[in-house]
């Protein structure tokens, strides 16, 4: 009998919590990926956020030395370093992308390679980011490629 007066009181105090309490949350993530056997790192990034009308996304990825590394070693032969963002909605179905690179010899990238995007939040709202970095470890021709992508569907709604 009891469990009978209780359920209609659970039902309406579950109708009114906000929908934003359903949503998703930002999938915002990061990775450092060992390369060239623990020599260098490929530090990736993807932060998405929110407002009350808009959700983004940035992304950003760089090749450095790696923090745990021991020794003396060579720069890396040569780097690719690529971030892209994409985004859709229910206005806008096709995909927008935009995507930045850097790449060089006998070096480190530097400062990390950033772009980002911002979209109005519908029921179709989309975004996805994607950061690649592609390394020649010294004294080798074969190029290691680490690959870090995270996506958000609906944009917090």
């Not at 993530?29 to 940035?58: I, L, P």
């Not at 370093?81 to 859709?88: H, I, K, M, P, Q």
Request: with cysteine; glycine share 8%.
């Amino acid at each position: 009998m009891r469990l009978i007066r209780t359920l209609p009181m659970l039902a309406a105090i579950l109708a009114a919590l906000p929908l934003a309490a359903l949503a998703s949350p930002p999938p915002s993530d990061w990775q450092n990926a060992s390369v060239c056997n623990g020599k260098y790192s490929a530090q990736m990034k993807h932060t998405f956020y929110e407002t009350a009308t808009t959700a983004g996304v940035r992304g950003e990825a760089g090749v450095v030395r790696h923090p745990f590394a021991h020794g003396s070693f060579p720069n890396p032969a040569y780097y690719l370093v690529e971030v892209e963002v994409s985004s859709r909605s229910d206005v806008h179905p096709n995909w927008v992308v935009d995507s930045r690179e850097r790449d060089g010899y006998d070096s480190y990238s530097g400062e990390p390679v950033q772009v980002g995007t911002v979209v109005f939040k519908n029921a179709g709202c989309k975004l996805l980011a994607t950061a690649r970095v592609s390394v020649q470890c010294p004294g080798s021709a074969a190029i290691e490629t680490k690959t870090f992508t995270r996506t958000w569907d609906g944009c917090g709604l």
